[in-house]
């Protein structure tokens, strides 16, 4: 077995890698091979299948099957002496990992982390499953039986193994075609919202019932399609389920940040990991969620994910980290629980009685059992009401609970840097620093984006994660088209050309790398280490490459006026229509975008001074209105033809008006009258 010492400690060829996932394996028994040709060549030097596992740092079940058996003697002898096992991290990874996972949902309709393949030394999967535990328990077979068996199969039956293989590879590539039709319409945006309000738990918000995922991109639709119908229905299912994750488990309540999901209906007991994209998904829902209703509590939380950020998941060079690992002490979720007496032990007996009643801490607890014991007694805290953030001794029992629990040993973090979903997170921070006018956001946002621009390109173009130096891995479509996104939400905030220039030349490396000509792009360049280049659509818990490249595409039409960029579009939403159509809410990130195509959307000119009073009363009325279809450009004097003019010709003929800031507001259809008035300005951009 290819392992050496490192003075007590052996280790794998794991040891050479960056991934934090990676790293956690590299002293395991088991003979690991990171995805590449080294294994792949090994797996057909010696007839062997390749037993692929995939998972990633902050997932509890990987941690808990790398516990079981990939630290286990036995289960490594047989997985060394059978196969060729390769570890692979999603994150780093996510063409492989959403290869193999749709190839699971082939040959198991299932699939989840860690998940489980066995290919053939051609890479094709004929085994699939998620977690396994060593030996058979909960209804499970155990890796003990299992790879024997499979591995006599591959020696006695291979030929019915590699059937199995290529007619899996077969409906991978029927189900990678883009599902072609029409265009999508107003028609697509009603259906989308009477599957929504279909699904709707009207107790609780969300949708279905457990476990339950936040889907922000489904409560930005709810809204707009609020905005464009006048439907409170709408409008009251976002608020709802903002409403109910802020005040569940799903939320830290003492240090902020939103947890991956919940596992029961009533957002109380989440799988404990936080992940950036969630945050920055959440903080715009949020944002949205406060500008159409003008609840403070909203502004608030998105406040408080946005500095948890900030706070927590930032490097020293500016960029986000991945993700918050769910266990702490060998247990999920041991960071955050309370017993009543833990809590008593830190506030006096007023606080103890509102910590009762804000956050529900009670003797019996809320929790009952977890993977390693019986868990009763403890509590994971929950708010009573969004109100209750307004009691006296609200701040007071949080910050006492907050920095006892700083004591304890926190979960790690998984501190790589993604190219994508730092692209998320600056697009989140832009438009905080846009609505509350907050320059802290603005400077984090610039910074990460300095970030990706300098530290994670070469000669090869964008790469896709940064740890300790940029990797190899190159950059996917969504690597491309998240920043695309976050630049132009950047531009809109500061004004800033260099943000512009740098999103227009993403979106031509975006056409140019992964654009397919019968429509629709590619996750991935062509390469040599894939079974299939899919095209993906569906917007899961994060949104798809192909849903926010739309979006950017429309976009920079919108500041542009370049026609190619609309031509783009269409073909995009064509090529994906028949898909889109049949389930329009799983695909709610794409239906924002086609939200946005069907208009009506502003293109909205402040011709002014950056920093006058009579400019930031323009922008102050739009920071707190919900207008979610609009570009906002500002023209400073003698800038129309040097600076923005160069780019845009919505500034031509725009100017101050007597040393005023004037504003002009133009609509896909007609340009409406400027004005020197905040209050007139806002007028001109109601709904309808």
């Keep these: 077995?290819?392992?050496?010492?490192?003075?007590?400690?052996?280790?794998?060829?794991?040891?050479?890698?960056?991934?934090?996932?990676?790293?956690?394996?590299?002293?395991?028994?088991?003979?690991?091979?990171?995805?590449?040709?080294?294994?792949?060549?090994?797996?057909?030097?010696?007839?062997?299948?390749?037993?692929?596992?995939?998972?990633?740092?902050?997932?509890?079940?990987?941690?808990?099957?790398?516990?079981?058996s990939f630290q286990d003697e036995k289960v490594a002898a047989l997985l060394n002496a059978h196969f060729v096992p390769v570890k692979v991290d999603r994150e780093e990874r996510p063409d492989v990992?959403?290869?193999?996972?749709?190839?699971?949902?082939?040959?198991?309709?299932?699939?989840?982390?860690?998940?489980?393949?066995?290919?053939?030394?051609?890479?094709?999967?004929?085994?699939?499953?998620?977690?396994?535990?060593?030996?058979?328990k909960w209804g499970r077979s155990g890796l003990m039986t299992l790879l024997p068996t499979i591995s006599d199969f591959w020696k006695g039956r291979r030929q019915e193994l590699e059937e199995t293989s290529q007619k899996v590879v077969e409906a991978l590539k029927e189900q990678g075609?883009?599902?072609?039709?029409?265009g999508l319409g107003e028609e697509a945006l009603m259906a989308a919202f009477q599957n929504m309000m279909g699904a709707f738990d009207e107790t609780y918000g969300g949708f279905g019932l457990a476990p339950k995922f936040p889907t922000p991109h489904r409560l930005t639709l709810l809204l707009r399609y609020w905005n464009r119908t006048g439907d409170q229905k709408a409008l009251w299912m976002a608020d709802r389920t903002l409403?109910?994750?802020?005040?569940?488990?799903?939320?830290?309540?003492?240090?902020?940040?939103?947890?991956?999901?919940?596992?029961?209906?009533?957002?109380?007991?989440?799988?404990?990991?936080?992940?950036?994209?969630?945050?920055?998904?959440?903080?715009?829902?949020?944002?949205?969620?406060?500008?159409?209703?003008?609840?403070?509590?909203?502004?608030?939380?998105?406040?408080?994910?946005?500095?948890?950020?900030?706070?927590?998941?930032?490097?020293?060079?500016?960029?986000?980290?991945?993700?918050?690992?769910?266990?702490?002490?060998?247990?999920?979720?041991?960071?955050?629980?309370?017993?009543?007496?833990?809590?008593?032990?830190?506030?006096?007996?007023?606080?103890?009685?509102?910590?009762?009643?804000?956050?529900?801490?009670?003797?019996?607890?809320?929790?009952?059992?977890?993977?390693?014991g019986d868990l009763s007694g403890r509590s994971v805290l929950r708010l009573s009401s969004p109100e209750a953030m307004d009691d006296p001794l609200f701040d007071a029992v949080r910050q006492k609970l907050l920095a006892a629990r700083e004591k304890r040993p926190r979960p790690a973090m998984d501190d790589k840097i993604m190219a994508d979903w730092n692209g998320l997170m600056i697009a989140a921070l832009a438009r905080g620093a846009a609505a509350f006018m907050d320059e802290r956001y603005l400077r984090a946002a610039a910074r990460a984006a300095d970030h990706v621009l300098v530290r994670m390109r070469s000669e090869d173009g964008l790469g896709h994660v940064y740890r300790d130096g940029l990797s190899t891995v190159p950059g996917f479509l969504d690597d491309h088209a998240f920043m695309a996104w976050g630049l132009l939400e950047l531009f809109q905030a500061d004004q800033d050309l260099r943000w512009l220039n740098e999103a227009i030349a993403l979106v031509k490396e975006m056409n140019a790398g992964f654009w397919d000509d019968d429509g629709g792009y590619y996750q991935v360049r062509e390469g040599k280490d894939m079974i299939h280049r899919g095209k993906e659509v569906y917007d899961g818990a994060v949104p798809s490459g192909n849903s926010i490249a739309l979006l950017d595409l429309l976009t920079l039409y919108r500041i542009t006026e370049e026609p190619d960029l609309m031509t783009k579009a269409d073909a995009l939403i064509a090529a994906f229509s028949g898909a889109v159509f049949r389930s329009p809410e799983n695909h709610s990130q794409f239906m924002n975008a086609v939200d946005l195509r069907l208009g009506p959307s502003y293109s909205i000119v402040i011709a002014g001074r950056k920093g006058a009073e009579d400019t930031i009363l323009f922008l102050r009325e739009l920071a707190s209105r919900y207008v979610p279809n609009k570009v906002v450009l500002l023209l400073e004097p003698g800038k129309a033809v040097e600076g923005i003019g160069r780019l845009s010709p919505l500034v031509q003929g725009q100017a101050m008006r007597d040393g005023r800031a004037m504003a002009h507001v133009c609509t896909e259809r007609a340009c409406l009258p400027e004005t020197a008035d905040p209050g007139a300005f806002a007028e001109l951009l109601r709904p309808g």
């Design 1 to 68: 077995m290819a392992t050496r010492s490192i003075g007590e400690e052996r280790s794998n060829r794991l040891i050479n890698e960056k991934s934090p996932y990676l790293l956690q394996h590299a002293h395991n028994p088991v003979d690991w091979y990171p995805w590449g040709e080294e294994a792949f060549r090994r797996a057909k030097e010696l007839d062997r299948p390749i037993f692929l596992s995939i998972g990633y740092s902050s997932c509890h079940w990987c941690h808990v099957m790398e516990e079981e």
């Design 243 to 372: 409403e109910a994750m802020r005040k569940g488990g799903i939320y830290d309540q003492l240090g902020k940040g939103f947890h991956r999901y919940s596992t029961d209906q009533q957002w109380l007991v989440p799988h404990f990991e936080k992940m950036l994209y969630d945050q920055a998904l959440l903080a715009i829902a949020y944002i949205e969620g406060w500008q159409a209703t003008g609840k403070e509590h909203h502004s608030r939380t998105a406040r408080e994910v946005l500095d948890h950020v900030l706070d927590r998941m930032t490097s020293s060079e500016g960029g986000f980290f991945s993700s918050e690992d769910a266990d702490s002490e060998g247990e999920e979720g041991r960071f955050y629980l309370w017993t009543e007496g833990e809590a008593a032990a830190v506030l006096d007996e007023r606080e103890m009685e509102a910590a009762r009643r804000l956050f529900g801490l009670n003797a019996e607890g809320n929790m009952r059992e977890g993977v390693k």
């Design 97 to 136: 990992d959403a290869t193999y996972m749709t190839a699971a949902q082939l040959l198991s309709g299932g699939g989840g982390w860690p998940l489980t393949m066995v290919l053939t030394p051609d890479l094709k999967p004929f085994f699939a499953a998620t977690y396994i535990p060593k030996e058979a």
């Design 177 to 182: 075609e883009a599902a072609a039709g029409g």
